[in-house]
């Protein structure tokens, strides 16, 4: 739809007739002429006549160009179609384990046994679509850990992301205390939401530089919320009889119980997407939203017509002299 910024400034149109009737014109004085005998000599000389320099096409290039300047000057934009726009949201940052216990293929989908990374990728990526109007971002961590994906309302990118990730990228080992300390970092920049930490390993601390109660700590004075979700199936449900978990619990439950959040245990794939079906109980989607139409300057467009139709009128004007 285009609209005009500054419409009344169309009053202006009718300024050029206003200024010819209500001024007076230029008194245009002649010399006196001068009395030579041999006058017969020039009268072959023409004398230059006001009137016969106005022509039509001057006079309609100077209308086109006053219209298109007025135009420009009120500003015309294209608006386009409303857009909705959360009013406010949340920051959910999701901090996945890439150490090597992750290769246990210890979970189904379907008729096939998978890896804990394969299955928190399917169900998380589910989570990730449904939370429309809220910013996403993901660290992953093993031995240190890195930020993915910066806080982002694109939930395709971040899935892309998730999808991209390997067991081992960020090292064998478990940094806990170091992906909780990053995710601080990132949410703690943003002011206005509220912010949320889903933390889900399957082991225990046992790498970084960040103490995991001092990192609990910190982010309960930030105000983030931080659910604990331990992966990994119970010894007798593991297709590997010889595996021992090293899932650490008590660690988990308390960073949850700091935090004010809360741990949870996905034993299988059905608890994981029981899980983030609590979540989204927990965090509810804002149904909020404010409406955004982009905008598109078209001054540009009538500026430059007005410009050409004057120089042609000018040049015109100077060729009929």
Do not use: C
Not at 22 to 47: C, G, M, W
Not at 101 to 121: C, F, H, I, P
């Amino acid at each position: 739809m285009l609209e005009f910024e500054w419409a009344w400034l169309f009053l202006l149109l009718p300024l050029p007739l206003l200024i010819r009737r209500f001024t007076k014109p230029v008194k245009q004085y002649r010399e006196q002429a001068l009395q030579v005998p041999f006058l017969d000599d020039f009268n072959h000389v023409s004398i230059s006549n006001p009137s016969k320099h106005f022509s039509w096409p001057i006079l309609l290039f100077s209308v086109i160009a006053w219209l298109a300047l007025v135009t420009a000057v009120a500003r015309p934009v294209m608006v386009g179609e409303s857009i909705n726009l959360p009013m406010k949201g949340r920051n959910i940052m999701l901090a996945i384990d890439l150490s090597g216990s992750m290769r246990e293929r210890d979970y189904r989908l379907g008729n096939q046994w998978v890896d804990r990374l394969t299955a928190t990728k399917f169900v998380a990526s589910e989570f990730i679509q449904r939370r429309k109007g809220d910013r996403i971002g993901l660290i992953l961590f093993g031995d240190q850990a890195y930020l993915q994906t910066p806080l982002t309302f694109d939930r395709e990118t971040v899935s892309r992301m998730l999808s991209e990730a390997a067991i081992g990228l960020a090292g064998k080992k478990t940094a806990i205390g170091d992906a909780i300390g990053l995710a601080v970092k990132r949410l703690r920049a943003q002011n206005d939401n509220e912010h949320v930490l889903i933390l889900l390993t399957d082991g225990e601390n046992t790498a970084g530089s960040v103490d995991v109660d001092e990192a609990a700590k910190i982010a309960s004075q930030q105000n983030i919320r931080i659910y604990t979700i331990g992966i990994g199936a119970d010894n007798q449900q593991s297709i590997n009889f010889f595996q021992r978990s090293s899932l650490d619990e008590v660690t988990l439950k308390k960073i949850a119980k700091i935090t004010k959040g809360k741990y949870f245990r996905a034993r299988d794939t059905q608890e994981f997407q029981r899980i983030y079906a609590e979540l989204d109980r927990l965090e509810p989607i804002v149904r909020k939203q404010e409406q955004w139409r982009p905008r598109t300057d078209l001054f540009y467009l009538p500026l430059a017509i007005a410009l050409l139709f004057f120089s042609l009128a000018i040049i015109l004007r100077h060729r009929s002299l």
